[in-house]
């Protein structure tokens, strides 16, 4: 959910090395692609590790390695949303080497560990992109950064056997050793990975910009008595429940979801939320897809301003990532900063007017019209495409990857 007011700023993007580009000139019919979940995971960054010795239980089989058509899958050690999205078939914070194939360190492989030349399992705590990554009883954990990368991490899961240390802390996945058996997390329990977790509802990010706090929240028909629309992943309380439709900051799949009039858009801080889209009547900026309201009414975001949802732009533009904002940027607003990862801003999409290549998602503005992404260059964040992403490129589709197909 996001939950903060912003002024949006003009992001300054000339110089940035973004895409291959050709020509201009609008190539082929647009296809669409669905965001992440609205129930989001913690927000962990994945690295790589060096390599190490991994015990010799690990689960599953080795998998055979997938290459990819035409660039549309991610090479090792790229940032990714899902092992679907890696040439390699297995993702940990970047792309990685799956459970058996061969490395030559241990960031090389989804678990982090290298032993004799080939990715083995890991314990508690340590990284994975499925079960196999984990020796003995721990399973792999998965959750989705506010970046947009999906990460893993070994832990016992729900019914397994579990102690509490001295200083009480426990390798259950939920931190929840109740009897000596994992056990999961009750209704407004904060430091969820995913849904899974939960006893009942859905694990949501409450965070806005910032990042890193995610919790447990009822679904509709449940009691909304102690802490209001906050305990409601639909962000609705009504006489004491939580509402059936997502209001502006619920979760959603589709808008389906959402309450009368509002869209479900794909933000890059916390995943699929319900908005008030483009020209329609608002309270509050955090209610607007754009994150700008004036005037009591939701207001698009011109080209280069910073953006983080796909129905933030003017017509004929997409938020599109664009350049790696390295450590949080100090902005004018309440809260530390936006998080580090790739940036998005509006630009222009292939065939819409330019004055100059920043205008331009390409990057290239040709006869005062804008050119075209090519095979393999960026038309999304990684496992979270902007539906008008696929506009920018040559062959109008953009892949789970996030590239140009």
């Known amino acids: 959910m996001k939950n903060l007011c912003v002024t949006l700023l003009p992001l300054l ?6 895409n291959t580009v ?33 015990g010799t239980t690990g689960k599953g089989t080795t998998s055979g390695t997938s290459t990819g058509d035409g660039g549309s899958c991610l090479s090792l050690g790229e940032p990714c949303g899902g092992s679907a999205a890696c040439c390699t078939g297995a993702c940990n914070g970047v792309c990685g080497e799956a459970f058996g194939q061969e490395c030559l360190a241990g960031n090389d492989c989804s678990s982090g560990v290298c ?27 998965q959750s989705t950064t506010v970046q947009g990368t999906e990460v893993g991490r070994c832990c016992r899961p729900t019914w397994a056997a579990c102690e509490v240390s001295g200083e009480g802390s426990t390798d259950c996945c939920t931190q929840n050793c109740v009897g000596n058996l994992c056990a999961c997390m009750p209704s407004n329990s904060g430091g969820c990975d995913n849904d899974g977790d939960c006893c009942q509802g859905k694990c949501i990010r409450d965070t806005g910009f910032q990042g890193g706090n995610t919790y447990c929240a009822d679904g509709p028909g449940e009691s909304c008595a102690l802490d209001g629309q906050n305990q409601c992943y639909s962000h609705s309380c009504l006489d004491g429940r939580c509402g059936t439709c997502s209001v502006p900051n619920g979760v959603c799949a589709t808008s389906a979801d959402c309450c009368g009039g509002l869209t479900c858009a794909s933000f890059t801080t916390s995943g699929l939320d319900c908005c008030v889209a483009n020209g329609l009547s608002c309270d509050a900026g955090a209610d607007c ?6 005037d009591g009414s939701c207001t698009c975001l011109s080209d280069s301003e910073r953006c983080f949802s796909d129905h933030a732009c003017c017509s004929g533009s997409a938020c599109m990532p664009l350049v790696d904002a390295g450590q949080p940027s100090s902005v004018p607003w309440l809260g530390p900063g936006i998080p580090s990862g790739i940036q998005s801003a509006c630009c222009r999409t292939d065939g819409e007017s330019c004055v100059a290549d920043g205008d331009c998602c390409s ?8 050119g075209c992404v090519a095979t393999g260059g960026r038309c999304g964040l990684p496992g979270q495409v902007a539906p008008e992403g696929a506009q920018a490129c040559c062959s109008g589709q953009c892949s789970a990857a996030g590239l140009c197909q």
């Open 13 to 18: 993007i000339a110089g940035c090395p973004i």
């Open 22 to 54: 050709v020509g201009g000139g609008n190539t082929g019919s647009v296809t669409t692609t669905s965001g992440m979940s609205g129930a989001t995971g913690s927000s962990v960054t994945g690295s790589g590790r060096s390599s190490g010795t991994g």
């Open 115 to 141: 032993d004799g030349g080939v990715c083995s399992c890991g314990s508690d705590g340590g990284g994975c992109a499925a079960d196999q990554d984990c020796c003995d009883s721990f399973s792999c954990s």
């Open 289 to 294: 897809c754009s994150y700008l309201c004036s």
């Open 363 to 370: 990057w290239s503005c040709q006869n005062q019209q804008c």
